[in-house]
């Protein structure tokens, strides 16, 4: 229960420091330094550099992940139960604007 309300503090004093939407790439660092209190100590005899390694490359996957799979599962989802296809404007139909 204490790191939970770690993570809450954490984030919230991140989000009154920084302005705008921005500090949502906070949160991810935030969690995993929460998370290493209790996991660290744990697997700390445990782990190998390849499990390390693997660790390390899901670190940087995973705020990626989301942002690449959302446009796709939108899709997915639009065709499977709304029965929908997406939708491509010709290029002739769009329009340019004057600046």
Do not use: K, W
């Not at 993570?7 to 949160?27: C, E, H, K």
């Not at 782990?47 to 390694?53: A, F, I, K």
Request: net charge positive; aromatic share 4%.
């Amino acid at each position: 229960m204490c790191i939970n309300a770690t993570y809450i503090l954490l984030t919230q004093s991140s989000a009154d420091r920084f302005p705008g939407i921005g500090v949502l790439s906070l949160t991810v660092p935030i969690t995993a330094t929460t998370a290493a209190v209790i996991g660290v100590p744990q697997a700390a005899g445990q782990l190998t550099p390849r499990d390390s390694s693997r660790c390390g490359r899901l670190a940087t996957l995973v705020p990626v992940l989301p942002i690449a799979l959302e446009p796709v599962l939108a899709i997915v989802h639009g065709r499977l139960i709304l029965y929908q296809l997406p939708f491509r404007q010709p290029a002739s139909a769009v329009r340019s604007r004057a600046c």
